[in-house]
């Protein structure tokens, strides 16, 4: 099946060379261009797209802008951003895009994104049923996590999940306004979450990405992560995982 594609960016050369790169995957349809936001919207207003690449400035509403309004549709279509600014890649997982491209960048790189979307894709067209729903994970189990509160087991959505951390012998899970027990250990947790979301930040923590605020350089090559629950919760980074985090957010 052809992935419909559209590319958004405001500069002719870098659509072209978007373009040209396109051609060496068979299964990408590039059929439709933009200059802006306006246009972009109107063209996915006109059709469904699977994927758009999107660049981040650009006159009037900029590229988070449109993300955010697209989102807000039916079904969107996945969104990879390609820009020449480091600076908005947190902000780009914040508005759940699949992956943030530095200009430039490679095949190999284009590649790597574009696996992921046909992952999601595959995800979309599974039908929804326990075993291999829209909510599942992909190995027949759903996409909750068993949790206890107040005596009772709750099924707790993995979007929902900011952060997951160890205190003593107890790993807990927290949301925007709760904190839950769980039984799994962080190992546990990090084989059935989604590794494409959730990263193992530091040895007692495992963060969702797209709940990240801000990146706060710290000492000796470390970070400090602000996260978007309502204490705005601050997880450590620690030096080996700092180097992975930045590559995978695209931050030299």
């Known amino acids: 099946m052809k992935l419909k594609a559209l590319i958004v960016d405001d500069e002719y050369p870098a659509r072209q060379e978007l373009r040209f790169m396109l051609q060496e995957f068979k299964d990408i349809e590039v059929v439709g261009e933009a200059t802006n936001a306006r246009e972009a919207l109107n063209l996915v207003s006109a059709l469904d797209y ?3 690449f999107l660049d981040i400035n650009m006159p009037g509403m900029n590229g988070l802008e449109l993300s955010r309004a697209i989102q807000k549709r039916p079904n969107p279509p996945f969104i990879i951003f390609v820009t020449a600014y480091e600076e908005y890649a947190l902000q780009a997982f914040e508005v759940n895009a699949v992956d943030y491209l530095l200009k430039p960048f490679d095949e190999k790189r284009l590649r790597q994104a574009i696996d992921k979307v046909r992952r999601l894709v595959e995800q979309r067209q599974q039908p929804a049923t326990p075993e291999a729903g829209s909510g599942s994970d992909g190995k027949g189990r759903l996409n909750r996590l068993p949790v206890e509160k107040d005596g009772k ?13 160890t205190q003593g012998d107890n790993v807990y899970l927290k949301t925007l306004n709760e904190q839950y027990l769980t039984r799994f250990t962080l190992k546990e947790l990090e084989n059935r979450l989604d590794a494409r979301v959730f990263f193992r930040c530091h040895r007692c923590y495992i963060v969702n990405l797209t709940r990240v605020r801000e990146i706060v ?11 978007a629950d309502k204490q705005q919760s601050e997880v450590p980074v620690s030096r ?5 985090l930045k590559s995978l957010l695209g931050i030299n």
Request: net charge neutral; aromatic share 12%.
């Open 153 to 165: 087991t709750i099924l707790l959505d993995q979007n929902d999940l900011i952060y997951a951390c």
């Open 50 to 52: 699977t994927v758009l």
């Open 240 to 244: 080996n995982q700092a180097r992975k």
């Open 217 to 227: 350089p710290f000492f000796n090559g470390t970070y400090t992560l602000i996260m």
